[in-house]
């Protein structure tokens, strides 16, 4: 009683309020460059794939499969379009990437990550649509079609779950495309299990989301909570970690936010100048453009763990549906299924060829006497060439939105991509090899980028790729053209 007294006599000789600000009240932003309206989106989107669940006609489902998917196909379309409005287009997601990777080789390896996702992405939209059940397509051709939609929602998972995962070390760049993924894998393993149960007891699609969902939350709070500013009266950066690592140090069981909801923030809106009266702290959200300030020495600190309290809870709170949605297919009983088979070592592979840099010949030298280059790809498997691209004429950064999807091949073969300069020299000389890459199937996954090695202005191939699985007992027919 008699601090508060103190208080009220301060805050009236200073002409300023100390009212606290309600939780409700406060503006917030989970991620960088991610409006609130798609925000907003993707938690609807998983209250829909909630309530869904929940509803009894769910339960009741037909004999057949082909009944048992039908239910689940008008929620996994109506997901859809907010899982690709996460990742956004090429422009789009460049942009965020150059704002929140610093580092030129991370920011690379993200580009080349967010490639094969958006390929991915754009592999399960093209398919989803044919699983309606007017479409006229064979079982078994139903069955190549879940498959698909299986690989690209694999391939994006993948990205996120690998242990040197990129987006481990920014994870609020990725944070919104895994919520808005957890809507349509929930629903998408109840067609998968209709369909191939095999194929969904041997990848546990849903598990691999969960527990990736349960590894980026602690992660995803510590990067919200780092990009929190604190400054002193006088503007100087406070470099004190010791508010984020007590709220850190609460574990998730242990009802720390119980009373968030309905509490006040012990803090004022706003960063008052140094005018006579001794502000202790300003602390700023440059993500949700908002700052408050403590002038209260005894204070402070309850203002800084305040918020930091609040900015934890609301980012746990938006991984909890997400996780109770993948939880609800990822059971005990799946996780302990013993697998009915293992891929053969042969598959399908996808290159998309996107573009790069054509700048000299394999020697160095300036491709023609006279503008630029004439750059195309061929694709070589075990030496003997499978794909050519169309030629981009008199550019340096030809731009080819190609796509190559393979036979059955073997997962080890040898690949080799070639940038070449079509009749580089003068009166119609034979085409000049500008740059050779030699990999194989598992390193393109992992890095769809190679630069070269000759000349200042260097030459550059961008793809990106992913790998279908064949799997013995004939349960997986061969891609439809």
């Not at 009236?12 to 100390?18: E, I, P, R, T, W």
Request: neutral net charge; aromatic residues 10%; glycine residues 6%.
């Amino acid at each position: 009683m008699l601090t508060i007294r103190i208080i009220s006599i301060l805050t009236f000789m200073s002409g300023l309020s100390l009212a606290w600000i309600p939780y409700k009240g406060i503006n917030f932003v989970l991620t960088e460059d991610f409006p609130n309206i798609l925000e907003t989106r993707v938690n609807q989107s998983l209250q829909t794939t909630k309530s869904f669940f929940e509803r009894k006609e769910v339960e009741v489902i037909g004999d057949t499969r082909i009944l048992k998917f039908v239910p689940y196909l008008a929620p996994m379309i109506a997901a859809l379009p907010i899982a690709q409005d996460t990742i956004g287009s090429e422009y789009e997601w460049r942009r965020r990437l150059d704002r929140a990777i610093p580092d030129v080789k991370h920011r690379q390896q993200a580009e080349h990550d967010m490639r094969t996702i958006e390929m991915s992405m754009r592999t399960v939209a093209r398919n989803i649509i044919n699983l309606d059940p007017n479409k006229n397509f064979s079982s078994d051709s139903k069955i190549t079609i879940v498959h698909d939609i299986h690989t690209g929602l694999c391939n994006i998972v993948s990205k996120f779950a690998q242990r040197h995962s990129i987006f481990r070390k920014y994870p609020l760049v990725g944070m919104p495309i895994l919520l808005s993924l957890s809507s349509f894998v929930s629903l998408f393993v109840y067609m998968e299990s209709a369909f191939v149960p095999d194929l969904a007891r041997a990848s546990l699609i849903s598990c691999k989301l969960y527990k990736t969902l349960f590894e980026y939350r602690p992660i995803t709070v510590e990067a919200r909570l780092h990009k929190l500013e604190i400054a002193d009266s006088m503007g100087e950066p406070i470099h004190n970690r010791q508010p984020i690592n007590d709220v850190l140090a609460k574990s998730v069981d242990e009802n720390y936010n119980q009373t968030l909801d309905n509490g006040s923030l012990r803090c004022r809106k706003g960063c008052r100048p140094f005018e006579g009266e001794y502000v202790y702290v300003c602390l700023r959200d440059p993500i949700s453009r908002t700052e408050y300030d403590c002038h209260m020495r005894h204070e402070m600190y309850g203002c800084l763990f305040g918020y930091m309290e609040y900015v934890r809870y609301r980012v746990e709170n938006a991984f909890a549906d997400a996780i109770q949605l993948v939880a609800k297919t990822c059971t005990d009983e799946a996780r302990n299924q013993p697998l009915q088979h293992s891929p053969t070592g042969f598959g399908w592979w996808t290159i998309a060829i996107h573009g790069g840099e054509a700048h000299t010949d394999i020697f160095g030298n300036a491709c023609d006497d006279w503008g630029a280059c004439d750059a195309y790809i061929k694709i070589l498997v075990e030496g003997k060439e499978v794909y050519r691209t169309e030629c981009r004429v008199n550019t340096h950064m030809p731009y080819f939105g190609e796509t190559y999807r393979s036979p059955r091949i073997h997962k080890s073969v040898r690949i080799t991509i070639e940038l070449w300069d079509e009749d580089s020299g003068w009166m119609g000389s034979p085409d000049a090899l500008m740059m050779r890459w030699e990999t194989n199937i598992d390193q393109l996954v992992n890095n769809g980028i190679k630069w070269g090695e000759k000349g200042y202005w260097k030459n550059k191939i961008v793809t990106a790729s992913s790998w279908k699985d064949e799997y013995p007992d004939n349960f997986q027919p061969m891609l439809l053209v």
